[in-house]
Nanobody, 118 residues
Framework: QVQLVESGGGSVQAGGSLRLSCAAS????????MGWFRQAPGKEREPVAT????????FYVDSVKGRFTISRDNAKNTVWLQMNSLKPDDTAVYYC???????????WGQGTQVTVSL
């Protein structure tokens, strides 16, 4: 079993920055990709940014391109999400996920709240 532990959420004013971290632990960790998803009240969970574990190739949803950066450290089994120029629309619970094959997300973290106020 793989455990994902997120940290770094909080409250910030619009225009501010936050950095989310996700550390993977448990059995020997081998993942195709890791990613960050978010779910705002009354909305479906959506992917925000994902990164292929081996190549580092990253994907971003259009609404965060140029503002968010996903990165990973293979040796530490850790992935980060640097969020800059935050907007109130970014307010959501952010979840870390790990997947063993394309489009399949096998493991999820507990979620961390990000609140952006005007």
């Amino acid at each position: 079993q793989v455990q994902l532990v997120e940290s770094g959420g909080g409250s910030v004013q619009a225009g501010g920055s936050l950095r989310l971290s996700c550390a993977a632990s448990g059995r020997t960790f081998s993942s195709y990709a890791m990613g960050w998803f978010r779910q705002a009240p009354g909305k479906e969970r959506e992917p925000v940014a994902t990164i292929r574990w081996s190549s580092g190739d990253a994907f971003y949803v259009d609404s965060v391109k140029g503002r968010f950066t996903i990165s990973r450290d293979n040796a530490k089994n850790t992935v980060w999400l640097q969020m800059n120029s935050l907007k109130p629309d970014d307010t959501a619970v952010y979840y870390c996920a790990a997947g063993g094959s394309p489009g399949i997300w096998n493991y999820w973290g507990q979620g961390t709240q990000v609140t952006v106020s005007l």
